[in-house]
């Protein structure tokens, strides 16, 4: 009798401990599949953030075996550092030029593009098909279109009469240039967001509207336009990072110019770098615009939760 009494007292502890050991087995075998990539997204991009950040605190020219340190002297010479600010000035005209064209043209082909047309399919391919073409590849379509001498659209004002432009020699209207073609190459994903949102409204609610005697603006406006107000905070603070971040049509068209009128943030914190050997004042410029970003960012997302518009 004893002895049965010893073993029922057995049998839960060996079950317990069987559990344990499927579970150890289990994490062991999960992280042994997931480390190589955890190892190596920290390899390429927290070990890079915290060496650029030791970097802002020093003067160092990317060739000296030995490194000043300075502390927050870089941080400091940004706020006195007039190109910079001008530099500040150009990336918030590109925000202000892209954001905005960015969603509303993204909402405009989702909603055209959210119907049942014979070769939807295709149409939807030919709008996202810029999306993945090479920054590279848009530079040079850029130069080839609005090039002033020889460009296309020149080519086509002149035919009706219009006066040849300067476009990406003009001060007053390379932006403008890159702004558009940013458009041309990343609406596509703003268009997708929203196409995916549409396609998740219930088709029972905007068929009541319509039943309620509701025409298409005020179903849009009243239905379709509050269900879509989360993923509209997502993409503008997508497109917003996005556009801080202008680079690659910048070093691929202009270089900075005319006259420094497309030189961004990250294109001065490039040349710095790399152009100046100015690694540790670089890397301050990159720090600095990330916590701007990040500040603002957050700023986003706590407005959105207090206004019950929550994206993330």
């Given at each position: 009798m004893a002895e049965t009494l010893t073993d029922e007292r057995r049998a839960p502890q060996t079950g317990r401990a069987a559990r344990r050991r499927r579970l150890l087995r289990d994490n062991v075998e999960g992280w042994g599949f997931v480390?190589?990539?955890?190892?190596?997204?920290?390899?390429?991009?927290?070990?890079?953030?915290?060496?650029?950040?030791?970097?802002?605190?020093?003067?160092?020219?990317?060739?000296?075996?030995?490194?000043?340190f300075v502390g927050v002297d870089n941080y400091a010479k940004l706020l006195s550092d007039s190109e910079l600010l001008d530099a500040v000035g150009h990336s918030l005209l590109y925000v202000v030029l892209f954001v905005p064209s960015s969603v509303l043209l993204g909402l405009f082909l989702a909603v055209a593009l959210n119907r049942r047309l014979r070769f939807i399919g295709l149409y939807r391919t030919a709008i996202f098909v810029p999306f993945v073409v090479s920054a590279a590849t848009t530079g040079v379509l850029t130069n080839y279109l609005f090039d002033p001498q020889f460009g296309i659209v020149n080519n086509v004002l002149r035919s009706i009469g219009v006066p040849q432009q300067g476009w990406l020699t003009d001060p007053a209207q390379a932006m403008i240039v890159i702004a558009i073609m940013s458009l041309w190459g990343s609406v596509a994903f703003t268009t997708v967001i929203y196409l995916a949102a549409l396609q998740d409204i219930s088709a029972e609610l905007i068929e009541a509207a319509t039943i309620d005697g509701a025409n298409r603006w005020q179903t849009f406006w009243n239905i379709v336009w509050p269900e879509l107000t989360p993923v509209t905070v997502f993409v503008t603070l997508w497109q917003f990072i996005?556009?801080?971040?202008?680079?690659?049509?910048?070093?691929?068209?202009?270089?900075?110019?005319?006259?420094?009128?497309?030189?961004?943030?990250?294109?001065?914190?490039?040349?710095?770098?790399?152009?100046?050997?100015q690694f540790g004042y670089g890397s301050a410029v990159a720090y600095a615009l990330f916590a701007l970003t990040l500040l603002i960012t957050i700023g986003i997302v706590i407005y959105s939760r207090r206004t019950k518009n929550e994206a993330f």
């Amino acid at each position: 009798m004893a002895e049965t009494l010893t073993d029922e007292r057995r049998a839960p502890q060996t079950g317990r401990a069987a559990r344990r050991r499927r579970l150890l087995r289990d994490n062991v075998e999960g992280w042994g599949f997931v480390a190589p990539a955890t190892i190596l997204i920290l390899g390429l991009a927290i070990f890079p953030a915290a060496w650029a950040f030791l970097l802002s605190l020093q003067k160092w020219n990317g060739f000296s075996p030995t490194q000043k340190f300075v502390g927050v002297d870089n941080y400091a010479k940004l706020l006195s550092d007039s190109e910079l600010l001008d530099a500040v000035g150009h990336s918030l005209l590109y925000v202000v030029l892209f954001v905005p064209s960015s969603v509303l043209l993204g909402l405009f082909l989702a909603v055209a593009l959210n119907r049942r047309l014979r070769f939807i399919g295709l149409y939807r391919t030919a709008i996202f098909v810029p999306f993945v073409v090479s920054a590279a590849t848009t530079g040079v379509l850029t130069n080839y279109l609005f090039d002033p001498q020889f460009g296309i659209v020149n080519n086509v004002l002149r035919s009706i009469g219009v006066p040849q432009q300067g476009w990406l020699t003009d001060p007053a209207q390379a932006m403008i240039v890159i702004a558009i073609m940013s458009l041309w190459g990343s609406v596509a994903f703003t268009t997708v967001i929203y196409l995916a949102a549409l396609q998740d409204i219930s088709a029972e609610l905007i068929e009541a509207a319509t039943i309620d005697g509701a025409n298409r603006w005020q179903t849009f406006w009243n239905i379709v336009w509050p269900e879509l107000t989360p993923v509209t905070v997502f993409v503008t603070l997508w497109q917003f990072i996005e556009a801080l971040q202008l680079f690659d049509l910048v070093y691929t068209t202009t270089r900075g110019g005319p006259l420094g009128a497309t030189e961004t943030v990250v294109y001065y914190l490039w040349d710095a770098a790399f152009h100046k050997l100015q690694f540790g004042y670089g890397s301050a410029v990159a720090y600095a615009l990330f916590a701007l970003t990040l500040l603002i960012t957050i700023g986003i997302v706590i407005y959105s939760r207090r206004t019950k518009n929550e994206a993330f």
